[in-house]
């Protein structure tokens, strides 16, 4: 038997060998690449899953956490009203307004009275404007019930404010001021004198009242979650 004859079948073997040779490396490349990008979906996928929980962590924390400050400023605010609309003056309340050039004393004192429930609301200006500060967030979170509830407070303060000032500028020595409009102006300083003057019907308490009912209605579910 020759040389080619005996190198012939063994070109073929090497030839056939180098074949499946590439063909495995290109198998084998193409299995890798497959699983690589396979990992690479999972680990997209997992990572996505993941900033998805975060978002979702974040954003029920900054809604606990509100709803946590919101209702506690609610039970603050109708402790407050309910104290600056307390018709009783204590100590020298009511001394801190400027009195007018030739006020009797008389009149500086009747002026003072009227002063007193400004007076208390002028002190805690911090307070009212970190809590009225938080009713966009409020809105934003907890929608249309949250917008009523500070508009109802707002309103309150805002009654409060106006009645005060009234009483303090048109009180004089003559009495001019409507009889009327000074019971109205003083039921919405004196929660004591709206429930005498108005059957019980003090409507800046009402309004407090269902502004605090409104706020619990959205905030409890929050906070009882993680109870």
């Not at 000074?182 to 269902?210: H, Q, Y």
């Amino acid at each position: 038997m020759d040389f080619a004859t005996l190198m012939g079948p063994a070109v073929v073997a090497a030839g056939v060998s180098g074949v499946i040779t590439v063909v495995g490396m290109l198998i084998t490349k193409s299995t890798t690449i497959g699983v690589h990008r396979e990992k690479i979906q999972a680990d997209q996928e997992l990572a996505r899953q993941k900033f998805d929980y975060d978002k979702q962590q974040a954003i029920f924390k900054r809604r606990f956490e509100l709803a946590e400050q919101i209702l506690t400023d609610a039970y603050k605010f109708r402790s407050l009203m309910n104290y600056v609309r307390n018709g009783a003056a204590f100590g020298n309340e009511g001394s801190t307004r400027q009195a007018a050039e030739q006020e009797s004393d008389n009149l500086k004192h009747r002026r003072d009275v009227y002063f007193v429930p400004l007076e208390r609301l002028i002190r805690e200006n911090d307070f009212l404007g970190a809590m009225f500060a938080r009713s966009d967030a409020s809105q934003a979170h907890f929608g249309p019930n949250a917008k009523e509830a500070y508009a109802l407070m707002q309103q309150s303060v805002t009654r409060v404010r106006v009645a005060s000032s009234m009483l303090v500028e048109k009180t004089n020595e003559y009495a001019t001021m409507d009889a009327k409009l000074i019971r109205k102006l003083e039921c919405d300083i004196w929660a004591g004198m709206a429930e005498v003057e108005d059957d019980g019907k003090d409507r800046i308490t009402a309004d407090i009242e269902t502004a605090v009912a409104l706020i619990e209605e959205i905030c409890g579910p929050v906070l009882k979650w993680l109870g």
